[in-house]
């Protein structure tokens, strides 16, 4: 049960668009359409912005977007606000029934 | 609307227990399967372990299989992890978490409760 991988760390300016990859395994993010990503700002609970690859929860911004490509999730986030800054986690179901998450990256909008 | 509210955690001496308790209000609480994750300071989220709605199945991280048990009270809507052998690598935050509609997210999550393991 490794982790998923994302970046470390990514930023943007303000109005760009910038995506974080998210890598698993055919056991996981490949196999399945269940990968979700989250945001955490400091000293908070996480935020669910994607599920089941590219579907967005009510009330999150249609900036928020996901998708699939083989094993590999991304999350792109479009028009960078300040507010954006935080740090975003995938998440993926597994063949064993458990769910890993990735290491997180943290966004920076300079 | 739906409630988390996690207790239980605190300082505790390597090698000995601590039960978490969340308390669940807002939704039928026996619907649902039920999660914990916990990220250590300054650390990533790790998930830890999920029991199913009525509580028949539970599966564990490796990190934790054999040291953790999650278990539930639906009577009660109440969601536990008793935490055995405590090592200073289980300090963290440990969030319970839930879904809404559709079992593959977490939708809605505690406030946290941090345990502190040290001597």
């Known amino acids: 049960q490794s982790a998923l991988t994302q970046p470390a760390s990514v930023s943007g300016s303000p109005g760009q668009s910038i995506t974080i990859s998210c890598t698993g395994t055919?056991?996981?993010?490949?196999?399945?359409?269940?990968v979700s990503w989250y945001q955490q700002h400091p000293g908070k609970a996480p935020k669910l912005m994607i599920y089941?690859?590219?579907n967005r929860p009510s009330g999150v911004s249609n900036r928020f977007s996901g998708s699939k490509s083989g094993n590999t999730a991304s999350l792109t986030i479009s028009g960078l606000q300040a507010e954006d800054e935080a740090d975003y986690y995938c998440?993926?179901?597994?063949?064993?029934?458990?769910?890993?998450f990735g290491g997180g990256t943290k966004l920076t909008v300079l | 609307q739906v409630q988390l509210v996690e207790s239980g955690g605190g300082v505790v001496q390597p090698g000995r227990s601590l039960r978490l308790s969340c308390g669940a209000s807002?939704?039928?609480?026996?619907?649902?399967?039920m999660h914990w994750v916990r990220q250590a300071p300054g650390k990533g989220l790790e998930w830890v372990a999920v029991?199913?709605?009525?509580?028949?199945?539970?599966y564990y991280a490796d990190s934790v299989k054999g040291q953790f048990t999650i278990s539930r009270d639906n009577s009660k809507s109440t969601l536990y992890l008793e935490m055995n052998s405590l090592r200073p690598e289980d300090t963290a935050v440990y969030y319970c978490?839930?879904?809404?509609?559709?079992?593959?997210?977490?939708?809605?999550w505690g406030q946290g409760t941090l345990v502190t393991v040290s001597s």
């Open positions: 978490a839930t879904h809404s509609s559709g079992w593959s997210k977490f939708d809605y």
């Open positions: 029991i199913s709605s009525d509580g028949s199945n539970s």
């Open positions: 055919s056991s996981d993010v490949g196999g399945y359409n269940y």
């Open positions: 089941e690859v590219g």
């Open positions: 807002g939704f039928t609480f026996s619907w649902n399967s």
């Open positions: 998440s993926s179901y597994t063949s064993s029934n458990t769910r890993l």
